[in-house]
């Protein structure tokens, strides 16, 4: 363990780690994306009080939160954790369990926490025990603890969540060096539903596969390569375009070649965000957020509609790749089937008769379903 230390801090030599409050307003600027922010009353840097420096936290729902002080489980492998749950949503829900990055307690990630609570999911924010020596690995077992607290509160009399968990859906989320441990936990445990890698830095130590450097008189072997990252979990990941000019000794190990040494079986995508470093994932904003809540519903609901829009390329990125394939749904097949035929007509009327409404059969997308649909699937069976 002592070795792997070394190492952790011989990566991060040329990288400041810092309280926002210990930064001058130059630095605090600086350290926007990373979860600072100055405060003109105050005139001091202060913890802007999510993954980082504002962003679109709300989501159409309203949400609350369950502390450990409250009778939330205290989970061995993690520390302070808080649960944000919605409030006026449709359960079962899915859960997601967030850790932060490098030195980060769970405080740091709040914003994520009422951003994915707000849209409707449960969402688990914890700490790393010790936020400077725990490992990747340590983070990765935390986030599988954090998952076990979320099926207690399941079934813990008094906790507003009892029975409304949905447990076939836990998904685990970090960022930095908790997107990193994203990985770790999918190599223990392959039934996590999914993975969201927010600008993730992995580690992983094994001289079979990697070449041998010395530091200090001590061996040691880090790489990235295939066999050390080989799980199914569908892996969502976020890595900005110039990320590897802020963590030089992290080359080869960032969001872009995670996604590169995945296996190809593995649903993945990249999204690379352009001109941005480290935070550009570290907090929810814009297509950031958009592409999460597609990822979400494609994953959870098995939105076909969420599919297609993970196919299209959002505007601010620099790289955008994946191998996910999604069901085409022929115009004028209501009913999924592949087919256009008579049972997509009566499907139709069905839909007109009970005052019901499907896009699939709204043809003209005029926002009504009416004769007018039903005549263009005739002219479809007929062509």
Known sequence: MKKYFSILFLIFSNFIFADCSDLDYDLCLYYASYGCEW??????????????????????????????????????????????????????YASIVVTPGFGGDGSSMSQWGSYFASNGYI?????????????????????????????????????????????????????????????????MDGSIKALISLNPTVIFEDCNYCPEADYEGEIYCIC???????????SLIFAGQVEVNEL??????????????????????????????????????????????????????????????????????SLYNTNITCSIVANGDVNGDSIVNVQDIILTVNLILNLNFDPLADLNNDGTIDILDIIQIVNIIIR
């Open 248 to 317: 030089e000794a992290y080359a080869g190990m960032l969001g872009q070649d995670v996604y590169t040494n995945l296996p190809e079986s593995t649903e993945k995508i990249i999204f690379e965000v352009a001109g941005e470093g480290h935070g550009a994932a570290a907090y929810p904003y814009g297509e950031v957020s958009d592409y999460i809540l597609s990822w979400l519903d494609y994953k959870v609901n098995g939105s076909e509609e969420a599919c297609n829009a993970l196919l299209e390329t959002p505007s601010i990125t």
């Open 224 to 234: 990235l390569v295939p066999e050390l990252i080989e799980h199914y979990v569908p």
């Open 39 to 92: 405060n003109e009353d105050t005139n001091a840097c202060q913890d802007s009080g999510g993954g980082g420096g504002g962003g679109d936290s709300d989501g159409p729902y309203t949400y609350s939160t369950i502390t450990e002080a409250q009778g939330l489980r205290n989970g061995p492998d993690y520390l302070d954790g808080v649960l944000y749950y919605p409030v006026d949503a449709n359960p079962p």
């Open 123 to 187: 969402a688990l924010v914890i700490g790393p025990n010790d936020p400077i020596n725990d490992s990747h690995g340590q983070r990765g077992e935390g986030l599988l603890d954090g998952i076990e607290t979320i099926r207690q509160e399941n079934y813990r009399q008094g906790s507003p969540v009892n029975g409304l968990v949905d447990e076939d859906n836990f998904i685990v989320s970090g960022y930095s060096m908790g997107g990193g441990a994203s990985h770790n936990a999918a190599l």
